[in-house]
C-alpha cells in the first residue's frame, strides 16, 4: 500500500534566517534535495536515478503557508504523486514538528532516466498516491522581459551538489541576494525594511532547472516585474551562463509583510509608483 515516507528531520538553526527573521528559502531547497535523495534510496531506486537527480530539465513548484522561525523542528514526507513516459512526479510536505501541521508543499517534477524500464514505472506506479496539497499550476513561458541585471558572480566548489553540478539551493540562494537587488530598485532597501518594520515574504516559488552549470563559470541573474496587488508582488528571475544559456528561472511571489505583526501590509503609495512603472515599461516591449 502506498504511504507517505518521512525523508527528512531537522530543525532551522539561527543563522538560516534573514531579514524577514524566518528560514531563508535557499536552505528550503538544501532540504528537498535530502528529501528527494532519501526517498529514492528508501524505496530502493537510490541507484537507479544516481546522485544527479534533480539536475536537468526539472521543475519545483512550492508554497508556504506558514513561517518556519529560528529553532523550529520539521520534518518532510514524501510521496510519488504521478509517472509517466519521461518524468517521475514526487510530492513533498513539509511539516512542523511541534503541531504536526503541513506548512509548505512541494510539487516536483523529474526527468526519468535515460535507462528507465517498464518495470521501473511500474514500481514507481503502485507509489502513488492522490495529491492533497494545492493545486499546481501548469508551466507557462516567462515572457520576453529579461529585466535588469540584479546578479553577477561565479559558481563556486561550495555551490555544487551531489552530482557535482550547481545545486538548486544555491540557485535559489542567488535568487534571493537578486531579489534584494530589485527590491531596493523600487524603495524596498535595507534601511526602509529596518526602519519600518517590512519585509517581502515568499508565498510561491516556481523554480526551473535548465542547463547545469559548473564550479568557475560565470552566471548573470535577470528580474521583472510580474505582478502588483494591495499587498502583493511577484517578480521573475532568470539566470543565465555567460553564453546566454538558461540555468534557471524562479517566480517569486509574496506579500510586504509587517514584520510585527508578521501579517501583509499594504504597498506604500512611492514604492507602488516605481513598480507600476516598471509593469508599464515592460508592457511597451
Given at each position: ?11 532551522v ?9 524566518h528560514?531563508?528559502i ?28 534533480g ?6 513548484y512550492?508554497t ?13 514526507l514524501?510521496?510519488v ?119 517581502f ?8 532547472l ?8 560565470r ?15 511577484s517578480?521573475?528571475?532568470?539566470m ?23 501579517r ?9 509608483e516605481?513598480?507600476?512603472g ?7 516591449h
Open positions: 500500500m502506498a504511504e507517505w515516507v518521512e525523508t527528512y528531520r531537522g530543525g538553526n539561527a543563522w538560516e534566517c534573514d531579514v524577514v527573521e528560514f531563508t535557499g536552505y528550503y531547497f538544501e532540504r528537498f534535495a535530502d528529501a528527494t535523495r532519501n526517498f529514492l534510496e528508501l524505496v530502493g531506486e537510490g541507484e537507479t536515478f544516481g546522485p544527479a537527480v539536475a536537468g530539465k526539472s521543475r519545483l512550492t508556504f503557508n506558514r513561517e518556519l522561525r529560528a529553532g523550529a523542528g520539521f520534518h518532510m514524501s510521496s504523486a504521478a509517472v509517466d513516459e519521461t518524468s517521475l512526479q514526487l510530492g513533498h510536505q513539509v511539516v512542523d514538528s511541534a503541531s504536526a501541521q503541513t506548512v509548505s508543499w512541494v510539487m516536483e517534477s523529474l526527468p526519468l532516466p535515460a535507462a528507465a524500464t517498464p518495470q521501473l514505472r511500474r514500481r514507481l506506479e503502485v507509489r502513488a498516491q492522490a495529491w492533497p496539497g494545492p493545486n499546481v499550476p501548469p508551466a507557462v513561458a516567462h515572457g520576453p522581459t529579461q529585466g535588469a541585471l540584479t546578479g553577477r558572480d561565479r559558481v563556486k566548489s561550495r555551490d555544487l551538489g551531489e552530482g557535482g553540478t550547481m545545486s538548486p539551493s544555491a540557485q535559489v540562494h542567488r535568487f534571493s541576494a537578486a531579489g534584494m537587488q530589485f527590491l531596493s530598485s523600487i524603495g524596498m532597501t535595507g534601511e526602509y525594511m529596518h526602519r519600518e518594520r517590512r519585509g515574504s515568499t508565498m510561491a516559488l516556481d523554480l526551473r535548465g542547463a547545469d552549470a559548473k564550479a568557475g563559470d552566471i548573470d541573474v535577470h528580474t521583472s516585474i510580474a505582478h502588483l496587488g494591495n499587498t502583493s508582488l517578480y521573475v528571475h532568470r543565465h551562463h555567460a553564453d546566454g544559456r538558461e540555468i534557471a528561472s524562479l517566480v517569486q511571489a509574496g506579500v510586504h509583510l509587517d514584520l510585527d505583526a508578521r501583509p501590509a499594504a504597498i506604500p503609495p512611492a514604492i507602488r516605481a513598480i507600476a516598471l509593469l508599464s515599461k515592460a508592457q511597451t
